[in-house]
């Protein structure tokens, strides 16, 4: 009789990670299925792509900017009450987006959607942490909940595609009513409020100014840079917003009280090792993965709905790794796991070197495959070391600062192999045409011929850009094997905890 009330506490533990799981789940597949509804928003607003592009890049930056905001009111406030103030919102706001009218009340409501979806994942990361003890459980939660933020961008296309191709693009925001009131009601019953444990008297406008000024300048050239050209005026102006309003929020940090963010963190090498291990791989694994999309629609011919049939195996893989890898807590050393995990991510990227306009879906199928189990093995340490290293009274702060790196790090990926591909399918065209002759004179064989060369100038430029991807995924897997947790520093008692 006296196990019950522990044995229904720990079920009340795991709803909790399964209510947080859908308000992640929902927020980043938001943002990944509406770039498939572009198209059709194209056509409806009757707007240029260029224009379009600007109802993704609002969001994005809404989002970058606010999520330092959502964690430092989570410690402040209540995380249980900023998670549901945020989900509450972000349900409004899909409600309106799906009766948006032209672009310019899309990119409205799209920005209040990104203010209050950003507050999901600094409160959540917070909520699991001080609900799950610490430990192998702890990581276990993490790794799954983290799984759960990268499947979001998997299943995207594979949900989007049909609806959008049967019910319209409205369909895709309003699909978030239903869900997002089931979770906001589990939030209201399962979750139990928490602060920190810090007294705080004011809160840091003047830093989230700042700090929101720089990330939107860095967020608004990595997304416009290719199309403005790196070295324009335009993008010259963003470097100097970015550098200058940096500098000024990190004068602000080190005078004030209650900073938004606290610098003291990057004094810390286990974080910080950490961050520069979740932005690599990040950098890596989302800055090629999207390319995939566009290969499987440009040279093999697929559609939305095709397309995100191929991701199918890469989320089963990624919801299968992640808890197995969080088993591991506590019996592996967390660097060896992730140093292997991030190894074989690359391993899966580099498969992709091998695509071309003859492969078949188990060619992409394949290398998705091993990239998601690396990368959902070693989901549950990667995630867990910012966990355990910072105190509980500031991991709202702290877990802010992860997802900040991971969306800046996504940005920089997408920028990085963008202008690459490009690049490269340039440098290829003029070595091909150079080392290429048409033993014909007719117009017709010079044009079919014009036309293998730039196919297969653009083939090489995809080949080059995954081995760069892989080969930067396996820098981070060799940078891991010198990091070091905090339970290195401190053996035993919280293993004797665990037993």
Do not use: C
Not at 75 to 100: E, H, W
Not at 138 to 154: D, E, K, N, Y
Not at 410 to 418: D, K, P, Q, R
């Amino acid at each position: 009789m006296p196990q019950k009330p522990a044995r229904t506490e720990n079920s009340l533990r795991w709803l909790v990670l399964l209510t947080v799981i859908i308000g992640t789940f929902l927020g980043r597949l938001d943002q990944t299925i509406v770039n498939l509804a572009l198209p059709k928003m194209i056509a409806d607003f009757r707007i240029t792509v260029s224009s379009a592009g600007w109802i993704a890049t609002a969001y994005i930056l809404a989002n970058a900017v606010f999520v330092p905001i959502w964690g430092k009111l989570g410690d402040t406030i209540g995380r249980k009450k900023v998670y549901l103030i945020g989900f509450s919102i972000f349900i409004f706001a899909s409600a309106l987006a799906g009766f948006a009218w032209n672009l310019s009340s899309m990119i409205f409501f799209r920005v209040i959607q990104a203010i209050a979806g950003s507050a999901d994942y600094p409160t959540a990361m917070a909520i699991l942490a001080v609900t799950f003890p610490a430990g192998r459980e702890r990581s276990q939660a993490l790794g799954i909940w983290s799984a759960s933020f990268a499947a979001a961008a998997v299943f995207g296309p594979l949900i989007g595609g049909p609806l959008i191709d049967n019910f319209g693009w409205r369909s895709i925001f309003l699909m978030n009513i239903p869900v997002g009131i089931i979770g906001a009601l589990m939030a209201l019953a399962f979750i139990k409020e928490s602060v920190s444990g810090k007294k705080n008297v004011s809160f840091d406008w003047w830093g989230s100014i700042t700090l929101g000024v720089s990330l939107s300048a860095l967020v608004l050239v990595l997304d416009k840079g290719m199309d403005w050209g790196w070295l324009s005026l335009n993008s010259w102006l963003a470097y100097f917003a970015t550098t200058g309003f940096l500098g000024i929020f990190v004068w602000i940090e080190r005078h004030t009280k209650e900073p938004i963010m606290d610098l003291k963190f990057f004094s810390d090498k286990i974080f910080v090792n950490a961050l520069l291990n979740n932005f690599i791989v990040f950098m890596g694994m989302m800055g090629s993965v999207f390319l995939v999309p566009i290969f499987a629609q440009t040279f093999l011919g697929y559609d939305a709905t095709q397309t995100g049939y191929l991701f199918m195996p890469m989320a089963f893989a990624l919801m299968i790794a992640a808890p197995l890898g969080g088993r591991l807590t506590g019996r592996i050393k967390a660097s060896l796991v992730i140093a292997v995990s991030t190894a074989v991510s690359g391993v899966g990227i580099y498969l992709f070197s091998f695509i071309d306009a003859r492969s078949g879906a188990i060619n992409i199928i394949i290398p998705f495959i091993v990239m998601a189990a690396g990368m959902g093995f070693g989901m549950a340490q990667r995630t867990g070391i910012i966990a355990a290293s910072v105190p509980e009274n500031e991991m709202g702060m702290a877990s802010s600062v992860l997802a900040l790196v991971r969306n800046i790090a996504g940005a920089f990926g997408i920028a990085i192999f963008g202008t690459l591909l490009n690049s490269t399918t340039e440098n290829n065209i003029l070595a091909l045409s150079y080392h290429s002759v048409i033993n014909s004179k007719t117009a017709l064989a010079f044009q079919e011929g014009a036309a293998l060369i730039i196919l297969k100038a653009q083939i090489m430029a995809y080949d080059s850009v995954f081995r760069f991807a892989a080969l930067t995924i396996f820098v981070g897997a060799i940078l891991a094997l010198w990091m070091r947790t905090s339970h290195e520093h401190k053996p035993s008692q919280e293993m004797l905890m665990m037993e």
